[in-house]
């Protein structure tokens, strides 16, 4: 079993920052990609930002610019930089990794999710 802990969320006013960390842990063979989504009231799940295992990064354009993803590999860990943040920005904050359990195997999983507050 695989499983992903997120930590980080928390109420922000409008400007401020905020970092999230996502930790895998378990069978792990070995991690691809790592991602954060996030879903809004209402909304759908969309895309942040992800990170493959060599370091390429790939952003949502509605956060470019104020966001940075990174990732520890030794870790099996990635963060979410979150800067100039945006009542927008509020929504739960999902973690997701692409995992092996073994050289063959892979699938993705994802963490419990964190509540990002933004008031205004």
């Known amino acids: 079993q695989v499983q992903l802990v997120e930590s980080g969320g928390g109420l922000v006013q409008a400007g401020g920052s905020l970092r999230l960390s996502c930790a895998a842990s378990g069978s792990i063979f070995s991690i691809n990609d790592m991602g954060w989504y996030r879903q809004a009231p209402g909304k759908q799940r969309e895309l942040v930002a992800t990170v493959t295992s060599g370091g390429r990064t790939n952003y949502a354009d509605s956060v470019k610019g104020r966001f940075i993803i990174s990732r520890d590999n030794a870790k099996n860990t990635v963060y979410l930089q979150m800067n100039s943040l945006k009542p927008e920005d509020t929504a739960v904050y999902y973690c997701?990794?692409?995992?092996?359990?073994?050289?063959?195997?892979?699938?993705?999983?994802w963490g419990q999710g964190t509540q990002v507050t933004v008031s205004s």
């Open positions: 997701n990794a692409d995992v092996y359990t073994s050289r063959y195997y892979h699938r993705g999983y």
